[in-house]
Structures are given as structure tokens and as C-alpha cells.
């Protein structure tokens, strides 16, 4: 055996972890294990405590610790706004900018079948079941591959009957980019979505 | 455009080598397996991201007992550098003055450059996919918006043909099908107007060419699998494809006809007219690219010579040397390439992954 037991079973545990890699899971490991106690038990308490006290919000779907999330639960942001987004990380990117005020709507992914991944597997009933009474507007803010667009075109064709206004991000040149570094997608869509000066 | 300086650091058999190619022609001199081929393959991996000669992965371009290669050029002109990397068991990577790019595919169109190999009967000769390949790959290089539709449209292919899969089963239901069938639709619709119209222009230059080889009457048509609008092609051809699990209609299934004197040269051309037929498209790309961009690729010449007779050697060095662009012509003699070329030309001769000027 190359590793003793206790040591091989953290390397793989490590390895199913997303990005990493049989090499980083062993240096990981050999780093953990020669870490002082405390600091490791703070790791995996910190592991189990996350993991048992944060749930989805029954709302909007991201991450919570509570029924409803900061979020849904600020009286002060526009409840009638939702901006859909495929991962609770975007959330946390369009919060960032400190501009959007209103709701969000994570949908845990994106339209794959390549990947076994259907409108079922999203949530979408979840997002469905928040257009009754007076939603103003939804925002589809998923990425501009294939998966973002075509996630984005059902999500219209659904919503559609409901009446809400759907809209869909602009997507185009970073600001301070420049044409040249810009790859021939970025430049395409912000050549498709040009506007009038 | 053209380039400037060549590093390769363990690439193929040069382990660190510097090459000064000149604005004009090259020719570069080797007996086999020396490493001419590999330097014009060099040049072609920066002009397109991708590898000349099929290899599994990148590990069989990477010299041996090292871990990782490096092709860098100069280009001059727009004043950039292009730079890839190829590392065993990880993708290949290109920079852009030393910035990493999304995507090896986006060298294409900072470099052009049009390639003559042996393998070029393959477009008259193969099935469609080869000529779909050539028409991909020279679009690709004057449009990066085709590029970017092509990319589109594969990744939708291969999601709408799981989803023919999944059919078999699990329930799925038609709206699932149609959000990847109108990318497929929008996609594929601009990939063939692009086609069209390269077609055509091509066809222009090509019979002129043809004719000057051989008085011999070319002709080409782009040929759509499909009427009608492919949306809806695909919407009802959709019950049919469940059981292949592919899908049948749209651009990846078109085919661009090449006759000779009305017959079709895949079919009825004798060895002659298809190798005729071949280089009248490459030399009319060298021109359309030239058209198209305002100025000519860099021609790239894979030890063809000897496998052309006298006179279509004779014309196709007399359309580089009138191009006056700057051109990488490899042989395993210099005098394949006649006296006139000999007398331009920048000679370099390899010997065992060395490059020098002889
Ligand atoms: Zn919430």
C-alpha cells in the first residue's frame, strides 16, 4: 500500500472534492494531517455545522440559514424583481456592484442533457410558483454559452403565458477591455447587442 | 502579416531553437525526418491551434522526456505575439501577448495562413466531412463571427442528440427539444449564409485557375441536407431521429460539390483532375483570404513538389512568387523548387531539429 489507511481515505475524500486533483489531494492531506489538532477539528466542525444549518432559501433557492434568506426577507428590496441565475455564487456577484434592489432566483445549474440535467432537475417549478400576483419583472442573468442561452429561451417560452416582462442581460465588451484582447465570442455579442450613440 | 521570429522550446525534435524567417519565400531544406515538416507544423499551430498531423493528444508533439512544449512567433504588422503551450495530460493552451486566450480556436484569423500538404486530394477525393473541415477552417480564419457560430452549433448538436437519447428512457418534453433546436436553427442558418456566400466567391476564383491548369471547366455547389426552414427540419424530422439518436439535418450534414466538366470529381475525376481540383480551391483561398482581409496569407508548403507533375509545379510557384507573400515551402532538395524560386528564396537547411541558413 503507498499510504496507510487513515491517510489514503482522507486523499480520497479529497480527490472526489470539484478541481481537484489526486496531486492536490495528497498535498492537501500531508498539510492537514501535520496541522495542530484544533485546528483541523475547527475544519471538520466547521464542515458538519455548515452543512446542517444552511438550507435553501424556500423563496429564492440560494443558500440560507433561515426559512427565508436576507434577501427575501428585506422589506426594503423591490419584491417584485427577479433576477435568475443559475448558481448562488452570481448572486453573490451581482450583489457586489451594490446596484440591482431586487430578488433573486437560483436555479442550481443550467439545461444540459449531455450532462442528465432537465428542467426537473432545476428549480424552475420553484421560480413558476412565485409569478402569482403583482411580479413586475424577471431578469434572466445566466451565462452566454449554449446551455445559458438555450436555459434562458425555456425559461421565456415558460414564463411567457404568465404575462410577467422577461428580460435577459446584455452581454458584450468588458469596460477598460480592449477590442483587441477580446475574444471573437465577447466580441459577437457585444456587436449583436450594439446600441444607438 | 507575417511572421517574424519563431521560438520553439521542445517542441517535436527541437529542443530550443530560434528561426528568422524572411518576408519572402523560404525554402527549407531536409532530408526525412529532420524536422522540416515540424516547423511549418509549428507555424500552422499558431495560425489555427491545432496540430497538422492527427496526434491522440499533445504528448506526441512534445519532445521526449519532457513534460512540456512551447511554439512562440512574432508576428509583424499588428506588432503581436502568439504563444502556445502543450503539457502532457492538460490542454493546450494560447496567449495572445502573453495573455491567455478563452480558447486555442481564438488564434485563428491573427495569423493566416493557407496550407498545402499531400492530404489536400482529401477534400476533392473523401467524404463531406473533409470538405465541411476545409470550409470551417478557412471561414473560421477570416470571420471569428463564424467561428463563434460554429462553436455554438456543435455544443447544441451534442446536446440535442443526448436529449434523442434520453428519449429511450425517460420522458422529455417538447419544449426541451425546442430551446436546443432553435439554437441549432439560428446557429446553423448563419453558418450557412457564410458558406453560401464563400462558396461562391471561391467558385469565381477557382474555375479561373482551374482553367489556366488545364483548360478543364470547375465547378462547385453548396448543398444544404436539408430544405426549408431547419428549425423546422429538425422539429419533424425529430420522431425519425429518436432511434439513431443523431441528428440528420443542419450544416454538419452538407456537402459542397466539386465537378469536372460536369462530372463529379469525388466520383468520376481521374487522380489528375481531382489533384488539379484540389489546388485550384487552395490557391483560390490564398486569393479569397487576400480579398476578404486586404492582405495574403502565409502560405505554407508541406513537401508537395514532388507530387505534382512539371506543370502544376510550375504554376503553383509561379502564383506564390506573383503573391508575393511570404511563403514556407519545404523540400528534400532545393532544386525541386526550380532555378526562379531558388534565386528569391531564403534557404535554410535542417538537419536532426537544427535550422540554419545554408
Ligand atoms: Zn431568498
Same mark, same amino acid.
Not at chain 1, 165 to 183: F, H, I, Q, S, W
Not at chain 2, 257 to 276: D, E, F, H, M, P
Given at each position: 500500500m503507498l499510504f496507510a489507511k487513515p491517510l489514503g481515505d482522507l486523499i480520497s475524500q479529497l480527490e472526489k472534492l470539484p478541481g481537484i486533483g489526486p496531486k492536490s489531494a495528497q498535498r492537501?492531506?500531508?498539510?492537514?494531517?501535520?496541522?495542530?489538532?484544533?485546528?483541523?477539528?475547527?475544519?471538520?466542525?466547521?464542515?458538519?455545522?455548515?452543512?446542517?444549518?444552511?438550507?435553501?432559501?424556500?423563496?429564492?433557492q440560494n443558500m440560507s440559514e433561515l426559512a427565508l434568506c436576507s434577501i427575501c426577507s428585506d422589506a426594503k428590496r423591490d419584491q417584485t424583481t427577479i433576477c435568475v441565475v443559475a448558481e448562488p455564487r452570481d448572486v453573490a456577484a451581482v450583489e457586489r456592484i451594490n446596484e440591482y434592489h431586487g430578488t433573486y432566483h437560483v436555479l442550481h445549474g443550467l439545461m444540459s442533457p449531455m450532462d442528465g440535467i432537465g428542467p426537473e432537475n432545476l428549480k424552475v417549478r420553484e421560480l413558476l410558483a412565485r409569478l402569482g400576483g403583482e411580479m413586475a419583472e424577471v431578469i434572466v442573468a445566466t451565462n452566454p454559452t449554449i446551455e445559458g442561452d438555450a436555459t434562458a429561451l425555456y425559461l421565456a417560452k415558460l414564463l411567457k403565458p404568465t404575462g410577467v416582462k422577461v428580460t435577459r442581460l446584455a452581454y458584450g465588451m468588458p469596460v477598460g477591455g480592449e477590442l483587441d484582447y477580446a475574444d471573437s465570442a465577447t466580441l459577437h455579442s457585444a456587436l449583436e447587442y450594439r446600441r444607438e450613440l | 502579416m507575417s511572421l517574424q521570429r519563431l521560438w520553439l522550446s521542445n517542441y517535436r525534435n527541437f529542443e530550443g531553437q530560434e528561426?528568422?524567417?524572411?518576408?519572402? =519565400?523560404?525554402? =527549407?531544406?531536409?532530408?526525412?525526418?529532420? %524536422?522540416?515538416?515540424?516547423?511549418?507544423?509549428?507555424?500552422?499551430?499558431?495560425?489555427?491551434?491545432?496540430?497538422?498531423?492527427?496526434?491522440k493528444d499533445d504528448s506526441a508533439a512534445i519532445r521526449l522526456g519532457e513534460d512540456a512544449a512551447e511554439v512562440l512567433g512574432e508576428i509583424r504588422g499588428p506588432g503581436t505575439e &502568439?504563444?502556445?503551450?502543450?503539457?502532457?495530460?492538460?490542454?493546450?493552451?494560447? @496567449?495572445?501577448?502573453? =495573455?491567455?486566450?478563452?480558447?486555442?480556436? $481564438? &488564434?485563428? %484569423?491573427?495569423?493566416?495562413?493557407?496550407? @498545402?500538404?499531400n492530404s489536400d486530394l482529401a477534400i476533392v477525393r473523401e467524404d463531406a %466531412? /473533409?470538405?465541411?473541415? @476545409?470550409? $470551417?477552417? /478557412?471561414?473560421?480564419?477570416?470571420?471569428?463571427?463564424?467561428?463563434?457560430?460554429?462553436?455554438?452549433?456543435?455544443?447544441?448538436? /451534442?446536446?440535442?442528440?443526448?436529449? &434523442?437519447?434520453q428519449v429511450n428512457h425517460q420522458r422529455v418534453e417538447d419544449a426541451s427539444f425546442e430551446i436546443w433546436e432553435a439554437q441549432l436553427g439560428e446557429h446553423g442558418k448563419a453558418m450557412r449564409e457564410y458558406r453560401h456566400r464563400f462558396c461562391g466567391e471561391l467558385l469565381v476564383k477557382a474555375s479561373r485557375i482551374h482553367d489556366e491548369l488545364g483548360s478543364e471547366v470547375l465547378d462547385l455547389a453548396y448543398e444544404e441536407a436539408d430544405f426549408g426552414d431547419l428549425t423546422e427540419a429538425l422539429a419533424s424530422g425529430r420522431a425519425r431521429e429518436i432511434h439513431r439518436g443523431t441528428t440528420q439535418v443542419g450544416p454538419h450534414r452538407d456537402d459542397l460539390s466539386i465537378s469536372v466538366n460536369g462530372k463529379l470529381a469525388r466520383n468520376y475525376g481521374s487522380q489528375g483532375q481531382q489533384r488539379t481540383a484540389a489546388l485550384s480551391l487552395k490557391l483560390a483561398t490564398i486569393e479569397l483570404i487576400q480579398d476578404t482581409l486586404g492582405e495574403p496569407p502565409v502560405i505554407l508548403l508541406d513537401d508537395v513538389l514532388s507530387e505534382l507533375d512539371m506543370h502544376r509545379r510550375e504554376h503553383l510557384l509561379s502564383f506564390v512568387l506573383h503573391t508575393q507573400t511570404q511563403t514556407i515551402l519545404t523540400c528534400t532538395e532545393a532544386n525541386q523548387a526550380g532555378s526562379e524560386v531558388q534565386k528569391d528564396a531564403t534557404i535554410f537547411s535542417v538537419r536532426a531539429g537544427n535550422v540554419e541558413p545554408a
Amino acid at each position: 500500500m503507498l499510504f496507510a489507511k487513515p491517510l489514503g481515505d482522507l486523499i480520497s475524500q479529497l480527490e472526489k472534492l470539484p478541481g481537484i486533483g489526486p496531486k492536490s489531494a495528497q498535498r492537501l492531506a500531508f498539510y492537514l494531517v501535520r496541522q495542530p489538532e484544533d485546528d483541523v477539528r475547527m475544519l471538520s466542525e466547521s464542515l458538519v455545522r455548515a452543512k446542517q444549518a444552511l438550507r435553501f432559501c424556500e423563496r429564492c433557492q440560494n443558500m440560507s440559514e433561515l426559512a427565508l434568506c436576507s434577501i427575501c426577507s428585506d422589506a426594503k428590496r423591490d419584491q417584485t424583481t427577479i433576477c435568475v441565475v443559475a448558481e448562488p455564487r452570481d448572486v453573490a456577484a451581482v450583489e457586489r456592484i451594490n446596484e440591482y434592489h431586487g430578488t433573486y432566483h437560483v436555479l442550481h445549474g443550467l439545461m444540459s442533457p449531455m450532462d442528465g440535467i432537465g428542467p426537473e432537475n432545476l428549480k424552475v417549478r420553484e421560480l413558476l410558483a412565485r409569478l402569482g400576483g403583482e411580479m413586475a419583472e424577471v431578469i434572466v442573468a445566466t451565462n452566454p454559452t449554449i446551455e445559458g442561452d438555450a436555459t434562458a429561451l425555456y425559461l421565456a417560452k415558460l414564463l411567457k403565458p404568465t404575462g410577467v416582462k422577461v428580460t435577459r442581460l446584455a452581454y458584450g465588451m468588458p469596460v477598460g477591455g480592449e477590442l483587441d484582447y477580446a475574444d471573437s465570442a465577447t466580441l459577437h455579442s457585444a456587436l449583436e447587442y450594439r446600441r444607438e450613440l | 502579416m507575417s511572421l517574424q521570429r519563431l521560438w520553439l522550446s521542445n517542441y517535436r525534435n527541437f529542443e530550443g531553437q530560434e528561426w528568422l524567417p524572411s518576408t519572402g =519565400v523560404n525554402l =527549407v531544406v531536409g532530408a526525412n525526418a529532420q %524536422g522540416k515538416t515540424n516547423l511549418l507544423e509549428a507555424v500552422a499551430l499558431l495560425s489555427s491551434g491545432r496540430i497538422l498531423r492527427s496526434v491522440k493528444d499533445d504528448s506526441a508533439a512534445i519532445r521526449l522526456g519532457e513534460d512540456a512544449a512551447e511554439v512562440l512567433g512574432e508576428i509583424r504588422g499588428p506588432g503581436t505575439e &502568439l504563444k502556445v503551450v502543450l503539457r502532457r495530460g492538460q490542454r493546450r493552451r494560447a @496567449f495572445l501577448n502573453s =495573455v491567455g486566450m478563452a480558447k486555442t480556436s $481564438d &488564434l485563428l %484569423g491573427r495569423l493566416p495562413t493557407v496550407v @498545402f500538404s499531400n492530404s489536400d486530394l482529401a477534400i476533392v477525393r473523401e467524404d463531406a %466531412g /473533409e470538405r465541411r473541415r @476545409f470550409l $470551417d477552417l /478557412e471561414l473560421s480564419q477570416m470571420y471569428p463571427v463564424y467561428l463563434r457560430h460554429l462553436s455554438m452549433y456543435k455544443r447544441a448538436l /451534442e446536446q440535442r442528440n443526448a436529449l &434523442l437519447k434520453q428519449v429511450n428512457h425517460q420522458r422529455v418534453e417538447d419544449a426541451s427539444f425546442e430551446i436546443w433546436e432553435a439554437q441549432l436553427g439560428e446557429h446553423g442558418k448563419a453558418m450557412r449564409e457564410y458558406r453560401h456566400r464563400f462558396c461562391g466567391e471561391l467558385l469565381v476564383k477557382a474555375s479561373r485557375i482551374h482553367d489556366e491548369l488545364g483548360s478543364e471547366v470547375l465547378d462547385l455547389a453548396y448543398e444544404e441536407a436539408d430544405f426549408g426552414d431547419l428549425t423546422e427540419a429538425l422539429a419533424s424530422g425529430r420522431a425519425r431521429e429518436i432511434h439513431r439518436g443523431t441528428t440528420q439535418v443542419g450544416p454538419h450534414r452538407d456537402d459542397l460539390s466539386i465537378s469536372v466538366n460536369g462530372k463529379l470529381a469525388r466520383n468520376y475525376g481521374s487522380q489528375g483532375q481531382q489533384r488539379t481540383a484540389a489546388l485550384s480551391l487552395k490557391l483560390a483561398t490564398i486569393e479569397l483570404i487576400q480579398d476578404t482581409l486586404g492582405e495574403p496569407p502565409v502560405i505554407l508548403l508541406d513537401d508537395v513538389l514532388s507530387e505534382l507533375d512539371m506543370h502544376r509545379r510550375e504554376h503553383l510557384l509561379s502564383f506564390v512568387l506573383h503573391t508575393q507573400t511570404q511563403t514556407i515551402l519545404t523540400c528534400t532538395e532545393a532544386n525541386q523548387a526550380g532555378s526562379e524560386v531558388q534565386k528569391d528564396a531564403t534557404i535554410f537547411s535542417v538537419r536532426a531539429g537544427n535550422v540554419e541558413p545554408a
